[in-house]
């Protein structure tokens, strides 16, 4: 194996290894997030996408070789050749071997690099979704407590106004019943009043009837006094 593709398979092995530790199952996205946000990540950041695309055109061009080396040995002529010479076929279907073995480094290496990438964008994505429902989650919690403070409160309200229309009807039956007195009352005050006028009214006809009386006396009075007048003159 060349030196490019050593370095190619160490690649595809640190990938699978890279892979296989971010889907560690008991490791959160909320902790991944915290690694990614370490400060080396971020000097790193303006050379990532850079990095990133460099590796993808150099997996791209190793896997176009392979595929190549692939498509080279495995022709016709090479077939012919080797029929012809058996040493040839040996040597044909090792470098036929090699360029699949080529082919499928670049081309793993080249899947896991994207998946790689999928998975931590991924995993940023899910801690900032589960950071957000948290947040969301709270809000609603609060919203609930205060919504079941309110509910509490109406309640209370509602207790109170019951209460007090209660305390309310009482009063008004107790002012109905006072009212129902005092116009008891005034219809006996009215009925005494109406009695007393009628007490006085007769003893004002009794008094008139007395004068009268009084009167008449007086006036026979006086006329016996009148008579009696002469009889003493005579009898002198």
């Not at 990614?36 to 176009?64: A, D, E, G, H, Q």
């Not at 040839?88 to 279907?93: A, Q």
């Not at 004068?211 to 005579?234: G, T, V």
Request: glycine residues 2%; proline residues 3%; contains cysteine.
């Amino acid at each position: 194996m060349t030196l490019q593709w050593t370095a190619v398979a160490l690649f595809l092995y640190a990938e699978i290894a890279v892979n296989l530790i971010l889907c560690i199952p008991f490791i959160s996205a909320r902790r991944w997030r915290s690694v990614f946000s370490w400060r080396i990540w971020n000097w790193l950041s303006p050379y990532w996408n850079k990095c990133f695309f460099t590796m993808i055109m150099v997996l791209i061009v190793l896997f176009l070789d392979a595929v190549r080396e692939v498509h080279k040995y495995s022709g016709p002529e090479p077939m012919q050749d080797a029929k012809v010479n058996p040493n040839v076929y040996d040597n044909v279907h090792m470098k036929l071997f090699r360029a699949q073995r080529n082919l499928y480094i670049s081309g793993f290496s080249l899947f896991l690099w994207l998946i790689m990438r999928r998975i931590v964008t991924l995993l940023n994505q899910l801690a900032v979704t589960v950071e957000s429902s948290a947040g969301l989650q709270a809000q609603m919690d609060g919203a609930v407590k205060a919504a079941k403070r309110h509910q509490d409160d109406n309640l209370k309200l509602t207790k109170a106004l019951l209460d007090e229309e209660k305390s309310m009807s009482v009063k008004k039956q107790q002012v109905t019943l006072e009212a129902e007195k005092l116009a008891d009352q005034v219809k006996g005050a009215e009925e005494a009043v109406r009695k007393s006028h009628a007490e006085v009214e007769a003893m004002r006809r009794q008094a008139k009837g007395l004068a009268q009386e009084y009167d008449r006396l007086l006036s026979e009075h006086i006329q016996l006094q009148n008579l009696q007048s002469p009889a003493d003159k005579k009898d002198q």
